[in-house]
């Protein structure tokens, strides 16, 4: 037990400081990027068009478009505001993308499917007639 922890009374007070310096450091540069997006940007969702107010603005988030919550540009171009649902909408297109959706580990585009299951349903129909 270090001489930190003897004083704090417990075995994960450095722990529970570093965390908490950690947690109110990322909370200071949201409301950062935040103010300042609100200030750049119309307050519209970007996906779904709809408008907020002062009473819902709580509602309206800031998505990092290449998902770099440390890329805050000053001009804004990272970012975007959605939504709560569009922008949990976002986030889990983005999971499935990472975890496969459409791309193989190493980044290239999988083949498109070539199988045509219906090709020769036309000329099954016309040979009947």
Known sequence: ????????????????QVVAEARQSREARERDYRE???KLFPWICGRCGREFTRENVQELTVHHKDHDHDNNPPDGSNWELLCLYRHDNEHQRHIEHVRGGGRTIGGESEAPATHRPFADLK????SKE
């Open 1 to 16: 037990m270090s001489k930190q922890d003897k004083q704090s009374g417990t075995t994960g007070g450095r722990l529970d």
């Open 36 to 38: 300042r997006a609100l």
């Open 123 to 126: 000329d099954l129909f016309n």
